[in-house]
């Protein structure tokens, strides 16, 4: 059983009212909210702006598309600010996927290229990756990062698999499955060298990263302002700096197509982008409420302190040591290793997901990594260290009791 010391319980946030920091969302009361990460959340004032630009578009249709472009340019300014770039290398895209896959499909491959992932890699990306490869003849290449690798391990797990055939390296900045950073910075420096693209997934890194992008020399970055940032969902950046955005195209052609990167990005038709829009004002709220250097120092505590009451409930009722060693573990998510009986890939984690929240009332992520099954905490402004009390006492039995019977 684990002696862990203790980790204290950060002091929850509230609102200017003193309510609690909650009711500036629609969350359902009734269930627990420990999944951050996969969906975010969409503050009530975001949703509202987003509710009036979709009445807007309805009441003039042929007013409101021609002049969208220019909103879209609008918003990216703002949605460049924060993530702390140029807004003259932003472009929006609908997710982190759709951002690869613009990229993989812009991207001119040599024949016989190959690309190289990570084993920590989101598994979606992973298959547009192996598509992107047949396409020139070529194939995938995966480097394995041990979980508890540190910086200068996982540097190392990823240079060696960098060859002459290298057309491309695609890795996360924080990995989804197992919530750990990984240092594309480094790798960035040795892909310019040898003069290979790279392209950084970072799905989960605006919002938990104060400035994702800086001093990160890659050709094209990805990431959800619908995560962490709490945007509107279908909210996404494309960054992409150097002469390679020239060739760089949306997925779906449009008018704007002739212009350079990234007007031309502006330009979708009757696609509905006011999640795009009203991105803004998700931004803006959190800062003026808490200011989001607050924000990520409450989730940092936050996470940590509900690790250490879910493993502690897992090794008092199984006997069992629940620590997940992470080598350098995102500011916002953590894991902590369940049963082996439970979730030890995609689909039985899945599955586990979906009963946790019909019949404990939690909505969760389990996930896995090298045939072991692990829950991944994540946490934003409105969860408070009484959400992760509530599950070590009342969810962690049940799971035990599921993992016993399977």
């Known amino acids: 059983m684990s002696t862990r010391l203790a980790v204290a319980p950060p002091k929850p946030l509230s609102l200017p009212d003193g309510g609690p920091a909650a009711g500036a969302w629609s969350l359902a009361p009734d269930l627990l909210h420990l999944n951050h990460g996969s969906f975010g959340a969409v503050p009530l004032a975001a949703q509202r702006e987003q509710d009036r630009l979709r009445e807007r578009a309805e009441r003039a249709p042929v007013v409101w ?30 997710n982190a996927s759709a951002g690869v896959s613009t990229v993989l499909a812009s991207l001119t491959l040599a024949p016989g290229a190959e690309i190289l992932v990570t084993d920590h890699g989101y598994g979606a990306v992973t298959m547009a990756a192996r598509r992107a490869a047949l396409r020139c003849g070529g194939r995938v290449r995966t480097a394995h990062v041990p979980l508890a690798a540190e ?16 057309g491309l390296i695609l890795l996360d900045q924080i990995t989804s499955a197992t919530g750990r950073l990984l240092p594309v910075g480094r790798v960035a420096e040795l892909a310019r060298e040898r003069g290979i ?28 302002l619908h995560k962490f940032g709490c945007t509107p969902r279908g909210t996404s950046a494309l960054v992409v700096r150097g002469p390679l955005r020239e060739g760089l195209y949306p997925l779906i052609d449009s008018w704007g197509g002739e212009l350079p990167f990234p007007a031309r990005f502006d330009h979708t038709g009757t ?8 991105a803004p004002t998700a931004l803006s709220f959190v800062e003026r409420t808490w200011g989001w250097d607050t924000v990520r120092g409450y989730l940092g505590a936050l996470v940590d302190y509900g690790q250490h009451v879910v493993a502690e409930a897992f090794a008092r009722h199984s006997g069992q040591d629940a620590r997940a060693e992470v080598g350098t573990p995102a500011p916002a998510l953590r894991l902590v290793r369940l049963p082996d009986t439970l979730g030890p890939d995609r689909f039985p984690s899945d599955v586990l997901r979906d009963r946790a929240a019909a019949e404990l009332g939690a909505e969760t992520a389990f996930t896995s ?18 959400d992760y009390e509530e599950f070590a006492e009342r969810c962690v039995p049940a799971l035990l009791a599921w993992s016993r019977a399977d």
């Open 271 to 278: 696609q509905d982008t006011s999640a795009w829009l009203a």
């Open 151 to 166: 910086a200068d391990e996982a540097f190392e797990a990823i240079a060696e698999q960098i060859g002459d055939t290298t």
């Open 197 to 224: 693209p790279f392209l950084v997934d970072g799905a989960h890194a605006p919002g938990m990263l104060a400035a994702p992008l800086d001093g990160l020399d890659c050709d094209f970055w990805t990431g959800n």
């Open 65 to 94: 598309f021609p002049a969208q472009p220019q909103r879209i340019a609008a918003a990216r300014e703002a949605l460049a600010a924060f993530l702390r770039v140029s807004v003259d290398d932003l472009a929006l895209v609908p």
């Open 369 to 386: 990594f090298d045939g072991v099954a692990y829950l991944r905490l994540s946490a934003h402004v409105y969860n408070t260290p009484a």
